[in-house]
């Protein structure tokens, strides 16, 4: 059981606050398998400037404790906030402990990248807390111990990604809004990479491709479709404003814009039944940005 504090924990001596981004795939292909049975993806990775926020307090008794909800069905020590906090410890050889809180914004199973955010400002936030200064290399190979999208939060940057989505580039993208939407659908990673309707062979985009505007797609958005009538729906919905499409792996699915004014405007158009919000795309990782500002 984790122990009893306030959810509104971190505004007290101690605490620190520390932005948890969430992403977007722009386009998401899967251009084959490697030997052990792991798809090789293609994607770019968009950070957003919205996300969980996570209050961080260092202990002294080497205990990693998380305190208020986790995700539904998630065990304590499931949880990849405590799991990235206790990987460190021991790759860092640290007895120090941490507590941590967790606002959640962005929604489970939608493709947003919370899970793997959240675990990503543990592992830099604590790095610097605790002073053990691992440095981002090593920090993003501990990063995709716990999950392929991991490493991207913890290096901070708009990236092209292949492999399983370790192999990363920085990339830089113009500015842009976003209209996101959640079908309520906790989509199963696992079972629609053993999907039989999944492309698995698509030819291999480059970057020009992207650059170009190539329509590169996401091989989960027909199997999604296809199997969840909420997703389709969120499609339909969101096909009024514009072009909407699928990120990662997950139920969620986005509609870009130029500006903020245009996102809002297209919000405003939507359906109330629709849980659908605007957030902005990121230059580099509002995570850096906290880190700098505390050096």
């Known amino acids: 059981m984790s122990d009893s504090l306030p959810f509104a924990a971190g505004t007290e001596p101690g605490w620190s606050i520390w932005p948890a981004p969430a992403k977007l ?5 899967i251009v084959g398998r490697r030997a052990d049975g792991y798809h090789l993806l293609q994607t770019v990775f968009r950070l957003l400037d919205w996300g969980d926020t996570i209050r961080l307090r260092p202990r002294s008794d080497g205990r990693v404790v998380r305190h208020g909800g986790s995700v539904a069905g998630v065990a304590e020590a499931d949880d990849l906030t405590v799991r990235a906090a206790r990987l460190l ?14 606002e959640k914004r962005i ?27 691992l440095g981002v290399e090593r920090l993003a190979a501990l990063g995709l111990r716990l999950g392929a999208d991991v490493p991207v939060f913890v290096r901070g940057d708009n990236a092209w990604a292949e492999g399983v989505g370790e192999d990363l580039r920085p990339i830089a993208l ?18 629609l990479f053993q999907s039989p309707e999944l492309t698995r062979d698509a030819a291999p985009a480059t970057m020009s491709d992207f650059v170009s505007g190539s329509p590169l797609g996401n091989a989960f958005e027909p199997v ?5 009538a909420a997703v389709e729906a969120a499609f339909a919905a969101l096909s009024r404003i514009g ?3 699928l990120t990662g792996s997950g139920s969620g699915c986005f509609v870009e814009f130029a500006s903020r004014e245009s ?12 849980r659908a919000w605007a957030a902005g795309g990121a230059a580099r990782s509002p995570l850096r940005d906290a880190l700098e500002a505390r050096s």
Do not use: M
């Open 243 to 245: 072009s909407p499409r």
């Open 224 to 228: 999604l479709r296809q199997r969840e």
């Open 174 to 191: 113009a500015p842009a809004w976003y209209v996101l939407a959640d079908p309520g659908v906790h989509a199963p990673t696992a079972a």
């Open 89 to 102: 410890q021991v790759e860092s050889k640290c007895s120090q402990g941490a507590d941590i809180v967790i």
């Open 263 to 274: 996102a809002l405007a297209a919000l405003a158009e939507l359906p109330s039944g629709l």
């Open 25 to 29: 795939n722009l386009f998401l292909r």
């Open 107 to 133: 929604p489970a199973g939608g493709g947003f990248g919370g899970g793997s955010s959240d675990a990503a400002t543990v592992l830099v936030a604590l790095d610097a807390l605790w002073g053990t200064n």
